[in-house]
């Protein structure tokens, strides 16, 4: 989908690591909600309450998913999910722009 219709946008940004990662959230109709938003290179490290879907349009990265002992690349077009309640590593190698779905369980 390259585009959303009828959402909400919340206007203050989510920005971390110093600003090298920022996005904005969008809420939908149904309450669901998703974060737009541009990750700069470097390495970071993330905490999720609820189950995720990370879309990546443009970038590159490496993704350590909980209970893998192996780095996965992830360049623009693929996408991964990350479990409830789990952290995960990123090693972002060129600026990448996302979409995160909070997924229901």
């Known amino acids: 989908m ?3 219709h009828n959402v909400t946008v919340v206007k203050k940004a989510n920005i971390y690591f110093d ?10 109709a149904d309450g669901s909600k998703k974060t737009l938003g541009i990750m700069l290179p470097g390495e970071y490290e993330f905490n999720t309450d609820a189950k995720e879907l990370m879309e990546v349009f443009s970038g590159n990265l490496e993704v350590l998913l909980p209970q893998h002992s192996t780095w996965q690349t992830i360049t623009g077009g693929q996408s991964f999910e990350v479990p409830a309640q789990a952290k995960f590593q990123l090693k972002v190698t060129s600026t990448m722009d996302y979409c995160c779905s909070f997924l229901a369980e």
């Open 19 to 28: 600003g090298k990662v920022s996005s904005r959230t969008l809420v939908f």
């Open 2 to 4: 390259a585009e959303f």
